[in-house]
Nanobody, 124 residues
Framework: QVQLVESGGELVQDGDSLRLSCAAS????????MAWFRQAPGKEREFVAA????????HYGDSVKGRFTISRDNVKNTLYLQMNSLNADDTARYYC?????????????????WGQGTQVTVSS
């Protein structure tokens, strides 16, 4: 089992950059496939980015491709999301998620563990 705690969310201006972190407990973090999702008020949870257990293979949602970068540090047991060129459409609560089974997935229901989320608000 793994526990996930996100941090780094805040109020920023249009065009700013921000880096989110997700600290994981447990000794098996390096075996999990990880992802970031986000959810805005009144909207469904949206896939943002995912990566494999080593961090070598990544996949992004179309709305963030080219602006966001997902990465991980398996020594520090931490997942990151670097967000550049933020705009108002990026305003949401951002969640990290962990998946035990091998394979990158874009469907929230396939992830086994979730953090509580961190709020990102972009002011235009």
């Amino acid at each position: 089992q793994v526990q996930l705690v996100e941090s780094g969310g805040e109020l920023v201006q249009d065009g700013d950059s921000l880096r989110l972190s997700c600290a994981a407990s447990g000794r098996t973090f390096s075996s999990y496939y990880m992802a970031w999702f986000r959810q805005a008020p009144g909207k469904e949870r949206e896939f943002v980015a995912a990566l494999d257990s080593s961090g070598d293979i990544t996949h992004y949602g179309d709305s963030v491709k080219g602006r966001f970068t997902i990465s991980r540090d398996n020594v520090k047991n931490t997942l990151y999301l670097q967000m550049n060129s933020l705009n108002a459409d990026d305003t949401a609560r951002y969640y990290c998620a962990a998946k035990k089974l091998v394979g990158i997935a874009t469907i929230a229901g396939l992830y086994d563990y979730w953090g509580q989320g961190t709020q990102v608000t972009v002011s235009s």
